[in-house]
């Protein structure tokens, strides 16, 4: 194996740029040319490589976002143009693929796999909903980002005896919502895979400010309601109105926490040491706190729900 390439692909994560850099100067270190393809699979078809050396990937391992930009690519999904990108790795003389992405990332890679494209993936999403590892990059900043932003609403909030729903991002996925709210003290959280019907809702608003709760902080994953529905609910039935506040890209954002940016440390030398041993086609998955190589197959057999005992403590704690 003489020469990689790396790309970051889906929606950006913080600790992407560190994954980035830790795989171009592993890779060195370890002997190898490595080579940046900008703007994930769409820069891949349309050949956006670039080779990178250490001084290259300087300065970006607390920066947001990500140096070799990202994409979707809607057309990847087609044999047609993953066959043009296996051709295009083949044409600049690249041995293996470093994917930094999520679920959908992993399924490029695998796709490119099945064409004889040696590939590894790091997970990479805010969203901490991929098969196979317990742990994303990007997912502890975000909650870092979301529960911050809580703590100043619910200063207003506790000011004028309010309640405030505020809507979180975590695609199809609670994860972002529970964690933040056992972190930030949240009275409700509303993800999809627990369905609540609103009035549920109101009864636990009602029951909590008889019981002498003068405010209440709702958490809404994307995934489980509109925020404004939420609120048009509630205003409707309990004549009281709630702020409405939408975090948005706000979460995926910013600086990586400590964590996002060891875990992407950590995933990129598994990624360029398991290349260099002879493995191949793995996600570098977090399991019980270790970093393991998984075959793609079986990392999609795994899957890491949102924790019942954590939504439940939500509901202890929160009254
Ligand atoms: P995030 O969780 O941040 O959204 P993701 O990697 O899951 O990240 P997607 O938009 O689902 O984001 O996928 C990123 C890209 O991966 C897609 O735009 C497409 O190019 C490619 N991709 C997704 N699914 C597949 C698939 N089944 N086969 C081949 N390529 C795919």
Not at 26 to 36: A, S, W
Not at 127 to 138: L, P, Q, S
Not at 185 to 200: M, N, R, S, T, W
Not at 216 to 236: L, M, P, Q, R, T
């Amino acid at each position: 194996m003489k020469r990689i390439a790396v790309l970051t692909s889906g929606g950006d994560a913080p600790g992407m740029n560190a994954a980035v850099r830790a795989v171009v100067r592993k890779g060195i270190y370890e002997g190898l040319d490595v080579v940046g393809i900008h703007r994930g699979y769409e820069g891949l078809l349309n050949e956006e490589l670039r080779p990178l050396l250490r001084r290259d990937v300087g300065g970006i391992v607390n920066r947001g976002g990500t140096l070799l930009k990202t994409a979707r690519c809607p057309e990847f999904m087609d044999k047609v143009y993953q066959k043009k990108a296996a051709e295009v790795l083949k044409k600049y003389d690249i041995d293996a693929l470093v994917v930094i992405g999520g679920d959908g990332s992993m399924a490029g890679a695998q796709a490119l796999a099945e064409l004889g494209v040696v590939t590894m993936t790091i997970p990479g999403t805010i969203d901490n909903d991929m098969c196979g590892t317990e742990y994303t990059i990007g997912f502890d900043t975000a909650l870092n980002t979301v529960v911050e932003a809580v703590s100043k609403i619910r200063d207003t909030t506790t000011a004028h005896d309010r309640v405030a729903i505020v809507e979180v991002m975590g695609r199809h996925a609670g994860h972002i919502a529970v964690g933040s709210g056992l972190a930030c003290g949240a009275e409700i959280v509303l993800i999809p895979e627990k369905p609540v019907p609103l009035e549920d809702v109101c009864r636990h608003l009602d029951e909590t400010h008889r019981a002498g709760k003068t405010n209440s902080i709702i958490i809404v994953a994307e995934g489980a309601y509109h925020s404004y529905d939420v609120c048009n609910f509630i205003k409707e039935h309990m004549h009281i109105s709630p702020s409405v506040t939408v975090l948005g890209y706000l979460q995926r954002g910013g600086m990586p926490s400590a964590k996002d940016a060891m875990m992407a440390a950590l995933m990129s030398e598994a990624a360029i040491d398991g290349l260099l041993a002879g493995k191949r086609n793995c996600l570098t998955a977090s399991v019980n706190d270790h970093v393991v190589l998984l075959p793609y197959e079986e990392a999609k057999s795994i899957t890491y729900p949102v924790s019942d005992a954590w939504y439940d403590l939500i509901s202890v704690l929160g009254r």
